[in-house]
């Protein structure tokens, strides 16, 4: 049984930064694409940022330049680095994996697993 837990959400002032980390467990870590999205408050899912076995990457434009995604294989764990928060970063982080993904996809129709969610609110 795949699951993943996020962990490492809160609140910042704008300029801030934190870290997120998702622990996966369930599968062979190594075999799937990992990606953080997010949602805020009336809006759809988005994806933020992913990342392949390979170490290949993927960002949103809205975070290029400030989120870096990395993985621990022997951890199973991966972590979404946040600097220069902005107040639209506001949202629920989402970890996500997908085995069906063809490269690394911010479509969040590539991803069948789900973790929980942590809160990020960023204030002016």
């Known amino acids: 049984q795949v699951q993943l837990v996020e962990s490492g959400g809160g609140s910042v002032q704008a300029g801030g930064s934190l870290r997120l980390s998702c622990v996966a467990s369930?599968?062979?870590?190594?075999?799937?694409?990992m990606g953080w999205f997010r949602q805020a408050p009336g809006k759809e899912r988005e994806g933020v940022a992913v990342?392949?076995?390979?170490?290949?990457?993927n960002y949103a434009d809205s975070v290029k330049g400030r989120f870096t995604i990395s993985q621990d294989n022997a951890k199973n764990t991966l972590y979404l680095q946040m600097v220069n928060l902005k107040p639209e970063d506001t949202a629920l982080y989402y970890c996500?994996?997908?085995?069906?993904?063809?490269?690394?996809?911010?479509?969040?129709?590539?991803?069948?697993?789900w973790g929980q969610g942590t809160q990020v609110t960023v204030s002016s």
């Open positions: 369930g599968y062979t870590f190594t075999r799937y694409y």
């Open positions: 996500a994996a997908s085995a069906r993904a063809p490269s690394p996809s911010l479509a969040r129709g590539w991803y069948d697993y």
């Open positions: 990342i392949g076995s390979a170490g290949d990457r």
